[in-house]
């Protein structure tokens, strides 16, 4: 049997508030998620201009990021027609995201967090998300 590191509310606030800087360092009110190992969600915050219909957007990026162990954005690299992850979008349910702004944590290569964050670009989204993956792993060092 392993112990597996787990991700605790204290890690995903340290999380949550490097995102939220962030984003209101690059000016886009942002909706941010993070999820467990298991793509269960921990935490959300929708900043007061974020947009109500990216509340699902961000929860499923970070659900798609840990449950499946890699970005949003590998998932929509290969998920186009033809590609060998086509139709992927539709599995779970319909929640699994294949654009760019969900990113898996891992933590001496084991996953223990996804985020997720929509109401800006694709690339606004992923750089928020990165922010808060940055910070764990600086508090954790």
């Known amino acids: 049997m392993r112990t597996a590191q787990k991700l605790t509310l204290e890690d995903a606030r340290i999380m949550m508030a490097a995102a939220e800087a962030k984003a209101r360092g690059i000016g886009v009110d942002m909706d941010i998620a993070i999820t467990d190992d298991n793509g269960s ?80 670009t694709p690339d606004q989204d992923e750089v928020v998300a990165q922010a808060g993956v940055d910070a764990l792993l600086a508090s954790l060092a």
């Open 41 to 120: 969600l921990l935490m959300f915050h929708r900043m007061d201009g974020g947009r109500i219909t990216s509340i699902d957007v961000a929860i499923c990026k970070a659900f798609t990021a840990s449950a499946a162990r890699r970005s949003t954005r590998a998932y929509g690299e290969v998920s186009g027609p033809g590609g060998p992850a086509f139709g992927i979008h539709v599995s779970n349910q319909g929640r699994f995201m294949i654009v760019a702004g969900g990113l898996p944590v891992f933590v001496n290569e084991e996953i223990v967090a996804g985020i997720g964050c929509s109401s800006g």
